[in-house]
């Protein structure tokens, strides 16, 4: 297995033997942030259409427009890291993540939201990617297992609480600003964060990196935005033309980056990924685990969302409380994984995703048998098992995968894994949304809801057991952190 000592890197003397867990904090309440406005934004989505006199295509943007920026350009910017700086790189995407933000919340129209959310999504590909490099350089042994962790647990509490910090925000009406204070409130830590960067956070970089691929950046970043984008926009459009025209231009575009990055490194060049990342199995196997991870994931959040708002007419406040319970069953399972994950190795993947599985397959029981005339109440044994596993895997997951790979590498296969989340969880919400539409049909009742959300969690244990079936593709022998 390749080890960390071996590789040539570059990296500041600010860096100590013992280093302290300041940086662990900066780095991750910048990526907190990024992580909970993919969730929260889709709480403010009916105040947002009111307020800006939104119509349907504008409101898809102001979704999409993060999810597409962020999925299409977090490769590059991991590369750019490698070369220019890993903190200086942070430093600049929580930078214009705090601009976008308050652009966001301060926006008059719908167009200009949507163009400050691009933005966000932007910025937020420039700074993601750093986090788990930065940490890999940091933090050695232990430290390191333990960084990743916490890595893995803040993506989970952004995801499984973004619905109930949203809710509460907009129901706090702060200074009548409504949904607007979704995106004012990541100004305070995006400044908060900048404050402590340079006194906590030590540089790095790949030592003689100093050139782009250019040609690679454009290849990669147009095959990435021809399958997320007629992904996300296709099923309301009506799959017109150019959607299925992206769809396969992705292909022949993605297959002439792996050619040209495999040209670029043979003849001693800078490609944007060195393709040796995935000779490491436990790394190649772990993003296919990350990407079927996170296409249940968030479609979950999104359809329970749409069951609980449109199905059983709840407030914004009133669903994010029901997603309090499988936040209370993630924190049990957070609990419990530093005692069992050393004993269970890979294997506590496999764990929680059959574990998801259970919890999804009883909250379609429920569904299926009480629709939206029941207690919501009835919901709580499924929801707090399924947050038992997404608990079981959120934290070790990043870890598992990342655990292989050399320093040099860092910033690339940390892009590449966060492309993997953001990109599977960009996809799962436009694919589980075609499955739930369909079964929606043409009549938006309560009823007619129910039964498109118990469809959509059958698809979602199907992906659930995936994931489970790929872990047993990882080596054997547990990674050494």
């Known amino acids: 297995m390749t080890?960390?000592?071996?590789?040539?890197?570059?990296?500041?003397?600010?860096?100590?033997?013992?280093?302290?867990?300041?940086?662990?904090?900066?780095?991750?309440?910048?990526?907190?942030?990024?992580?909970?406005?993919?969730?929260?934004?889709?709480?403010?989505?009916?105040?947002?259409?009111?307020?800006?006199?939104?119509?349907?295509?504008?409101?898809?943007?102001?979704?999409?427009?993060f999810g597409v920026a962020i999925a299409s350009c977090l490769i590059t910017g991991g590369r750019l890291g490698d070369i220019y700086g890993r903190r200086k790189l942070f430093?600049?995407?929580?930078?214009?993540?705090?601009?976008?933000?308050?652009?966001?919340?301060?926006?008059?129209?719908?167009?200009?939201?949507?163009?400050?959310?691009?933005l966000q999504g932007?910025?937020?590909?420039?700074?993601?990617?750093?986090?788990?490099?930065?940490?890999?350089?940091?933090?050695?042994?232990?430290?390191?297992?333990?960084a990743f962790s916490a890595y893995g647990l803040v993506l989970g509490l952004a995801a499984v609480f973004g619905q109930l910090i949203g809710g509460v925000l907009i129901t706090a009406d702060v200074a009548g600003t409504g949904w607007r204070s979704i995106f004012l409130i990541n100004i305070p830590f995006g400044v908060?964060?900048?404050?402590?960067?340079?006194?906590?956070?030590?540089e790095s970089r790949v030592e003689g990196q100093s050139r782009l691929d250019l040609i690679g950046t454009v290849l990669v970043t147009a095959g990435l935005t021809a399958i997320v984008l007629p992904l996300v926009e296709g099923r309301q459009q009506g799959w017109p033309a150019w959607t299925?025209?992206?769809?396969?231009?992705?292909?022949?575009?993605?297959?002439?980056?792996?050619?040209?990055?495999?040209?670029?490194?043979?003849?001693?060049?800078?490609?944007?990924?060195?393709?040796?990342?995935?000779?490491?199995?436990?790394?190649?196997?772990?993003?296919?685990?990350?990407?079927?991870?996170?296409?249940?994931?968030?479609?979950?959040?999104?359809?329970?969302?749409?069951?609980?708002?449109?199905?059983?007419?709840?407030?914004?406040?009133?669903?994010?409380?029901?997603?309090?319970?499988?936040?209370?069953?993630?924190?049990?399972?957070?609990?419990?994984?530093?005692?069992?994950?050393?004993?269970?190795?890979?294997?506590?993947?496999?764990?929680?995703?059959?574990?998801?599985?259970?919890?999804?397959?009883?909250?379609?029981?429920?569904?299926?048998?009480?629709g939206v005339g029941g207690n919501v109440g009835e919901l709580a044994p499924g929801l707090l098992i399924a947050g038992l596993g997404i608990g079981l895997i959120a934290a070790p997951l990043p870890s598992i995968v990342l655990a292989g790979v050399a320093p040099r590498h860092a910033a690339a296969a940390s892009g590449v894994l966060s492309t993997a989340q953001q990109g599977g969880g960009a996809i799962g919400v436009a694919l589980i949304g075609i499955v739930f539409y369909n079964a929606l049909g043409t009549g938006v009742t309560g009823s007619a809801v129910g039964h498109a959300f118990a469809v959509s969690l059958v698809v979602m244990v199907g992906l659930s057991v995936a994931v489970a079936a790929l872990v047993q593709f990882m080596p054997r022998s547990r990674p050494s952190a």
């Open 3 to 65: 080890t960390a000592t071996r590789e040539p890197i570059a990296v500041s003397p600010e860096i100590d033997e013992q280093p302290s867990w300041g940086a662990l904090f900066v780095v991750l309440t910048g990526v907190f942030i990024t992580v909970l406005d993919f969730f929260i934004v889709n709480v403010g989505i009916p105040s947002m259409q009111a307020d800006l006199h939104a119509g349907p295509a504008a409101v898809q943007f102001i979704v999409a427009g």
């Open 91 to 118: 430093g600049i995407g929580t930078a214009l993540f705090t601009v976008a933000s308050a652009a966001c919340g301060f926006a008059p129209t719908a167009g200009t939201l949507i163009a400050a959310r691009v």
């Open 122 to 146: 932007a910025a937020a590909a420039l700074l993601t990617p750093q986090v788990l490099a930065i940490l890999g350089t940091v933090y050695t042994g232990h430290r390191r297992a333990k």
């Open 192 to 202: 908060l964060t900048l404050v402590l960067l340079r006194r906590l956070v030590p």
């Open 244 to 370: 299925w025209l992206c769809l396969a231009a992705a292909l022949p575009l993605l297959a002439g980056f792996a050619a040209y990055q495999h040209r670029l490194g043979s003849r001693a060049g800078s490609p944007l990924i060195d393709l040796s990342l995935f000779g490491e199995r436990v790394f190649s196997v772990g993003l296919m685990t990350v990407l079927a991870y996170f296409l249940e994931m968030s479609s979950f959040f999104l359809v329970l969302a749409l069951y609980l708002q449109q199905g059983r007419s709840l407030s914004a406040l009133d669903s994010g409380i029901v997603f309090g319970i499988i936040g209370a069953g993630f924190f049990i399972a957070s609990a419990v994984v530093p005692r069992i994950a050393p004993r269970l190795g890979r294997q506590i993947i496999a764990v929680g995703a059959l574990v998801q599985a259970i919890g999804y397959g009883v909250v379609a029981e429920v569904v299926s048998r009480i």
